[in-house]
């Protein structure tokens, strides 16, 4: 029998299984997960959904180009929906600003596949999301710490003393900490990947799930301010559909200079053609009712009753020396244990003697991981059931 393991890429070593799929084969029916992060399923406008599917697949003019391959840069229409939609958020760009792609994962995959080569080095934030660092690995990259918006450029230390190729971060609700930057903080990652020199991916997945405090502007809306526009800005901007319409369109979009979105395009046509035009149709079809301050406001409104639920639930059973984060929007909160505590032996007895899903911090790092670390979501679990989920978990940590 041939020997797979002797066959695959090199770049393979560094793909592995993740933590979080693995944990999610425990099942049990009085099970509370906090785990996975995934968007509330009823929250998916699924009517308006089956309603433009179904307008388009019966008119034979629509349903003839839906099925067709369409642009490799996406359908038109919604690359200019999108390139209005970044107006709004202060970033004055046109459609040959803007790619669509398989969710924003895959933006993060292809500049990836764009810029690093194996051995480069990466900036990342610690913690940060770990599908980035996923996609990452497999071109074999390196990581070293952005350093903290206040430290010195200059302090960024890089495995092999090589200068770092990329920065990565998050702007809003990070992933998983739920913290974002502050104007300041903002103005100083950007003074940084100035004095480096390098591309900054800015992620802002999570930018519409706001509960509380007032928005500020994205990293690409500050550089290209400072640039004189989008076409001189270092900033790759990418966000998604997923949260706010449903993650199964698989579509997300990359806004950056027009230099950049046509090497993005030949990364893509080469990886997978085109995105699927029809989920694309059917997308810009329910984007009027969806993408709109009334719907936003319902979803954030099932979600902020969440977040409170879970920070009250941690005020009201956390044993002294666990701390965590209060976020003002995203799916999660950050929870540092005691020092000498094992977050992921806690995970492991959580799950299987106390029956609540938690992840640990550990694969959140692509520099050396805190272990005493927690990402809790609150987005899947309803606001009644939270208060027993998070007494569950600190009667696993009483018991650790
Ligand atoms: C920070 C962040 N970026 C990107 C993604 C990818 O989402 P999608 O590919 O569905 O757009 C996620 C998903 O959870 C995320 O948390």
Redesign the pocket.
Known sequence: MIDWSKAYAARMERVLPSEIRELGKIKHPDMIHFGG??PEPDLFPTEAIAKAYAKILSDPVLAKSGLQYTDTAGYMPLREYIARYMATLGVECGPENIIL????????DFIARLFVSAGDTILVEAPT?L??LRAFDAYEARYALLPSPFANATDVKTEDGSKPKLGYV?SDF??PTGGSFTLPERNRVLDIAAEMDIPLIE????EKLRYSGTPVRPLLSLDAERMGGIENSRVIY??????IVA?SL???WVAASSAIIRKLELVKQAADLAPATLNQMVLLEVLDEVFTPTHVEKVCAVYRGRRDAMLAALEKYMPSGVTWTKPEG??FIWVTLPSHMDAPALVRRALTDFKVGSISGKSCYGTPPEMNTLRLSFSMVAEARIDEGIKRLSEAIRAS
């Open positions: 992060g995934l792609t398989a969710g924003s994962q895959q933006a993060i999301y599908g980035g998050m990070k992933n992620d802002n997945a999570y990418t966000s998604t559909f997923s949260k993650p698989r579509l997300g995203g799916l």
